[in-house]
């Protein structure tokens, strides 16, 4: 079982870039449905991605349609007219299934038609009364952190990575030597 993130119309490259990020982060391939509001090799866009622009794995389709003939699994779609929250998801009732996450532009989500033959898949992030929605790239990091904590995957780990500071970093590091090295860069 794979957690897929799906951007429908994305218009805004920092948000795709961000996405992007958080799918290397998550182990999510992401799918990208035309027409995106930029280049993907748009300055914003791998400015966003940061370092890990080389590790993402994405896919870049046509439309709804050709996205759909090749990719068979669950599908969730998240809009601000979903009646039901993301929490209430079991991902493992997909059993063996993919999971797309689908998400919609920026400035006006998925298109109604699809949304409304996919009722019963439609969920909204629960929010106060004065904002339409959250943020693109945070709703995303949101369900692909609710998607992988419940699938449980090997992949992702709670804690510092060995290849950075490692797990055990805070416990052994010496406090003084740090600080005196931070003071030596900003010439203090």
Known sequence: MKINVVLYHPEIPQNTGNI?????GFNCKLHLI???GFSLDEKHLRRSAVDYYDYINYEVYE???DFKSKNDGQYYFLTRYGKKSPSSINFKDAKDKNIYLIF???SSGIAYDILKDNIDDCYRIPTTDKVRSLNLSNCAAIMMFLASEQLNDDIVIDHEPDMYKGEDFIETVDINSLEDRFKEYKGV
């Open 20 to 24: 992007m990020r958080s799918c290397v």
């Open 34 to 36: 035309k027409p995106l």
């Open 63 to 65: 439309d709804f349609d």
């Open 104 to 106: 919609g532009s920026e």
